[in-house]
């Protein structure tokens, strides 16, 4: 059995990311050892308001995405979210979500962020709705308890966590951005050049050298 390892770094409001969902889910797909992490981008400085500026760049940016990629952007994620006079483009929540479910494995953790993919970039959902984020958990199995932790400090803590480790590998390759997908054989940690598989995600499975 191969040692090889993958390690996908993503964040659920990255555009770029969600471009790159279907590959994402391609590679889980293989059956080979996938690692997630969730790197909680927008924070701090980064937590962007849409109305002072952001919006316009993120509306090209989206277009340029679905281009390239073939991933859909609602006109209501538009209208709602892109040019809304209050959206911060925040990570915690879903951060905080991914955190929830990461211990369960990569496919948990995706089918989770394909839910809060779809409230967002289809259904056109606030980063700022904490109920939409506990829903999509509930819809995952997550009894009413634990996604209720969405919001705590402890929570909060532990997805601190995850980003940090994601952030640590980053560096080690030189990337500046997610999404990132690593390699690890053989202590060997190299970074994959994801876009190559834009608009044919399944090729990304040639990559694997042995499928567990």
Not at 66 to 92: R, W
Not at 118 to 132: F, K, T
Not at 147 to 163: E, H, M, N, R, S
């Amino acid at each position: 059995m191969s040692n090889e390892k993958f390690t996908i770094i993503y964040d659920t409001y990255c555009g770029w990311c969600y471009g790159a969902a279907p590959i994402f889910d391609a590679l889980v797909d293989t059956g080979t050892n996938v690692e997630v992490l969730h790197r909680q981008l927008f924070q701090g400085p980064l937590a962007y308001r849409m109305s002072e500026g952001k919006g316009a760049l993120v509306l090209k940016a989206d277009a340029r995405i679905q281009e390239l990629t073939g991933q859909k952007f609602s006109q209501t994620y538009k209208q709602n979210v892109v040019l809304s006079d209050t959206e911060v483009l925040a990570s915690h929540y879903t951060a905080q979500a991914a955190a929830l479910v990461h211990e369960q494995g990569p496919r948990k953790e995706f089918a989770l962020r394909q839910r809060l993919e779809r409230a967002r970039y289809i259904e056109g959902i606030l980063a700022s709705n904490r109920d939409a984020v506990i829903t999509a958990l509930l819809a995952e199995g997550v009894s009413a308890n634990t996604a209720a932790q969405i919001g705590t400090q402890a929570l909060a803590d532990k997805a601190d966590l995850v980003a940090r480790k994601a952030e640590n590998l980053m560096a080690q390759v030189g990337s500046q951005g997610v999404p990132t997908i690593l390699r690890t054989e053989g202590g060997l940690i190299t970074q994959i050049d994801h876009s190559a598989f834009y608009g044919r995600p399944a090729e990304i499975a040639s990559l694997v050298l042995t499928a567990v």
